[in-house]
Nanobody, 120 residues
Framework: QVQLVESGGGLAQPGGSLRLSCAAS????????MSWVRQAPGKGLEWVSG????????YYAGSVKGRFTISRDNAKNTLYLQMKSLKPEDTATYYC?????????????WGQGTQVTISS
C-alpha cells in the first residue's frame, strides 16, 4: 500500500533552517509528481511546493518562493523540502502528498505530517 512518512520537523528560531524528508513506499515513486502542503493551526490546507517526476520542474507558493527548495532522490524514493529564512507564519504541520494528475494541487495520498514550529 502507498505510504508516505515525513520527518525532520521540529522547533526552529525565526531566520533558521529545517530540512524535511518524506520516505515513499508502495508505489513507483519515480513516475509521480509530488507536493508539499501545510496546515497552520486553525487554517485550511495550503499547497507549498511541487516537483514533477524527474525533478526537472519545481514550483512554489508565493509565500515560500526564494526561501524553500523542493527536491527528490528517485533512487532513494525520498522527497525533500529545504526551508530557510523561516518565519513564525511558517508554523504548520507539513505533509508530503502524491500528485494524482498534471495539477500539482491535486493529491490522492498524503502522509501523517511533521510539525514545524517557528518561535523565538
Amino acid at each position: 500500500q502507498v505510504q508516505l512518512v515525513e520527518s525532520g520537523g521540529g522547533l526552529a528560531q525565526p531566520g533558521g533552517s529545517l530540512r524535511l524528508s518524506c520516505a515513499a513506499s508502495g508505489f513507483t515513486f519515480s513516475v509521480y509528481a509530488m507536493s508539499w502542503v501545510r496546515q497552520a493551526p486553525g487554517k485550511g490546507l495550503e499547497w507549498v511546493s511541487g516537483i514533477y517526476s524527474d525533478g526537472s520542474s519545481t514550483y512554489y507558493a508565493g509565500s515560500v518562493k526564494g526561501r524553500f527548495t523542493i527536491s527528490r532522490d528517485n533512487a532513494k524514493n525520498t522527497l525533500y523540502l529545504q526551508m530557510k529564512s523561516l518565519k513564525p507564519e511558517d508554523t504548520a504541520t507539513y505533509y508530503c502528498a502524491r500528485v494524482r494528475s498534471a495539477d500539482l494541487r491535486e493529491y490522492d495520498y498524503w502522509g501523517q505530517g511533521t510539525q514545524v514550529t517557528i518561535s523565538s
